[in-house]
Nanobody
Framework: QVQLVESGGGLVQPGGSLILSCTASGFTLDDYVIGWFRQAPGKEREGVSCISISDLITHYVDSMKGRFTISRDSAKNTVYLHMNSLKPEDTAVYYC?????????????????WGQGTQVTVFS
C-alpha cells in the first residue's frame, strides 16, 4: 500500500527555519518524482518544489527559490524540504505527493498519492 507521511511542521518566528520530512512506505521514493505542495486557509493548493528521479533536476516556485531546498535520502526512503528565512506568508499545511508518471510538473493534478499534511505556522 502506497503511503506518504509528512512530519516536521511547527511554529516558527519570521526568519526561522524548519525541515519537513516525507517518508514513504509501500514503494521506493527513488523511482518517482516527489513534490511538495502547500495550502493556506481559503487558498488553493500550490506547488512548492519537486525533485526528479535522478535528483539531478529540482524545481522551485519563484517565491521559494533561494530559501527552500528539496533533497532525498534514499537509505531512509525520505524526501526533505529545508525551509529557511520563513515568512508569515509561508504559513500553510504542507503536503508531499507522488507523481506516478514522473513528469516533473508542479501541478497538484499531476500527483496521484498524497500525505496527510503537516502544519507550518510563521508568526511574530
Amino acid at each position: 500500500q502506497v503511503q506518504l507521511v509528512e512530519s516536521g511542521g511547527g511554529l516558527v518566528q519570521p526568519g526561522g527555519s524548519l525541515i519537513l520530512s516525507c517518508t514513504a512506505s509501500g514503494f521506493t521514493l527513488d523511482d518517482y518524482v516527489i513534490g511538495w505542495f502547500r495550502q493556506a486557509p481559503g487558498k488553493e493548493r500550490e506547488g512548492v518544489s519537486c525533485i526528479s528521479i535522478s535528483d539531478l533536476i529540482t524545481h522551485y516556485v519563484d517565491s521559494m527559490k533561494g530559501r527552500f531546498t528539496i533533497s532525498r535520502d534514499s537509505a531512509k526512503n525520505t524526501v526533505y524540504l529545508h525551509m529557511n528565512s520563513l515568512k508569515p506568508e509561508d504559513t500553510a499545511v504542507y503536503y508531499c505527493a507522488l507523481d506516478v508518471d514522473s513528469q516533473l510538473f508542479l501541478r497538484p493534478v499531476n500527483y496521484e498519492y498524497w500525505g496527510q499534511g503537516t502544519q507550518v505556522t510563521v508568526f511574530s
